[in-house]
Nanobody, 128 residues
């Protein structure tokens, strides 16, 4: 059984929009922190946006501030509204979940061992 399932990726032109979804199964504890991450070929996985379960605060990577918006519904499903997409946003996008005691930040590379729950990813391609 997949714990996290992403969808919504696709191919868009420069300046286009997409909305990613991450459906969270009941097997994932409700009090976990969650986030969106992305990885381009040949590059490390990096943080995009993270939401803290304790107070609902959200942080964004500098590269997406003002263009991407993370949201979460009452079922803990996660969404990422992406506007003003650029070719450099092209990547596989993943959602992740784990204890808030883990390191949750958007700076620097993110090893996959950091979090126990990862989705399979959804591809976003932005053409210039």
């Amino acid at each position: 059984q997949a714990h996290l399932v992403e969808s919504g990726g696709g191919s868009v032109d420069n300046g286009g929009s997409l909305r990613l979804s991450c459906v969270v199964s009941k097997s994932v504890p409700r009090e976990y922190c969650m986030g969106w991450f992305r990885q381009s070929p040949g590059k490390d996985r990096e943080g995009v946006a993270v939401i803290y379960d304790q107070d609902g605060s959200i942080i964004y990577a500098d590269s997406v501030k003002g263009r991407f918006t993370l949201s979460q519904d009452k079922s803990k499903n996660l969404y990422l509204q992406m506007n003003g997409l650029k070719p450099e946003d092209t990547a596989m996008y993943y959602c992740a979940a784990d204890s808030c005691a883990r390191t949750w930040r958007v700076e620097g590379s993110v090893p996959t061992w950091r979090y126990d729950y990862w989705g399979q990813g959804t591809q976003v391609t932005v053409s210039s």
